[in-house]
T-cell receptor, first 112, second 112 residues
């Protein structure tokens, strides 16, 4: 089993839709969870950062972590064509010597 | 801009060439990374440097040779590459090895 599983999509939604992106993981030591957004021909940019379980909201974006199920989600409300990108989940433990582990990324297209 | 700058943005090289990729960060971070991103695959961690010391080398072929002269600069020296090495090479930095990473825009490498 891979450490982090993420459906690669592609996912295509109409403008204004609510988008749900998800990752599952197997390592119960992961404590820090991130979502990155990567536009075509660009490097990934950090979108959301959460610690342990719970929700975090930033504008139209909400990140959820359910450590008991080893499942994390990113919700995008009122999706816009400018949200079209690849979204990568990433996570790490707090052992001090383990860099991030990434999912494959989900490619999202928001159609106007 | 994330504070991590990579040059060149695009590189085409023959299999017998020698070239170098450069990465620079002015974020005061202590850890720097090289990642390889190929189509339909997760980000592959290649090398990790912490306080200018190489701390991780993920079974990367010797035709890739990293160099970290100081905490702000990271190089990836390339020689006798293969066509399957064509990919987007991403540099990243983080405050510590288990904190969120900030990426450069990447170098799109094509080996012919």
């Amino acid at each position: 089993q891979k450490e982090v599983e993420q459906d690669p999509g592609p996912l295509s939604v109409p403008e204004g839709a609510i988008v749900s992106l998800n990752c599952t993981y197997s390592n119960s030591a992961f404590q820090y969870f991130m979502w990155y957004r990567q536009y075509s021909r660009k490097g990934p940019e950090l979108l959301m950062y959460t610690y342990s379980s719970g929700n975090k909201e930033d504008g139209r974006f909400t990140a959820q972590v359910d450590k008991s199920s080893k499942y994390i989600s990113l919700f995008i409300r009122d999706s816009q064509p400018s949200d079209s990108a690849t979204y990568l989940c990433a996570m790490c433990s707090n052992s001090g010597n383990t860099p991030l582990v990434f999912g494959k990324g989900t490619r999202l297209s928001v159609i106007a | 801009e994330t504070g991590v700058t990579q040059t060149p943005r695009h590189l085409v090289m023959g299999m017998t060439n020698k070239k170098s990729l450069k990465c620079e960060q002015h974020l005061g971070h202590n850890a720097m990374y090289w990642y390889k991103q190929s189509a339909k695959k997760p980000l592959e961690l290649m090398f990790v440097y912490s306080l200018e010391e190489r701390v991780e080398n993920n079974s990367v072929p010797s035709r890739f040779s990293p160099e970290c002269p100081n905490s702000s600069h990271l190089f990836l020296h390339l020689h006798t590459l293969q066509p399957e090495d064509s990919a987007l090479y991403l540099c990243a930095s983080s405050l510590a090895r288990d904190t969120e990473a900030f990426f450069g825009q990447g170098t799109r490498l094509t080996v012919v």
